[in-house]
């Protein structure tokens, strides 16, 4: 089995975009709720709003390759001025 980097995971979600626009902006900006158990995993992101704990792909992804030492996660994505997402990219 190959190992993966964060770059790998970016080109991958590049790729994604290009082909299905659609089914990639909506896979990457879906989120569920979630339990509390998920918002204590020390490496997923979550995301907490008037109480509701919800994560998505990115923050499983990212919690894939854990926090750095600054404890952000690896990977984002930039959006244009309306909204729509331009690209997968590593965090500076």
């Given at each position: 089995m190959k190992s993966i980097t964060?770059?790998?995971a970016c080109n991958l979600l590049n790729k994604l975009l290009e082909?299905?626009?659609?089914?990639t902006a909506?896979?990457?900006t879906t989120?569920?709720?979630c339990t509390?158990?998920?918002?204590?995993?020390?490496?997923?992101q979550i995301n907490e709003r008037d109480g509701i704990t919800e994560a998505g792909i990115i923050g499983v992804i990212n919690g894939m390759f854990g926090k750095r030492e600054d404890g952000t996660?690896?990977?984002c994505y930039q959006q244009d001025?309306?909204?729509e997402?331009?690209?997968?990219?590593l965090i500076p």
């Open positions: 964060p770059q790998d082909i299905d626009y659609g089914f909506k896979l990457v989120r569920f709720v509390q158990d998920i918002s204590r995993h020390p490496t997923v996660a690896p990977i001025e309306n909204g997402i331009i690209k997968f990219t």
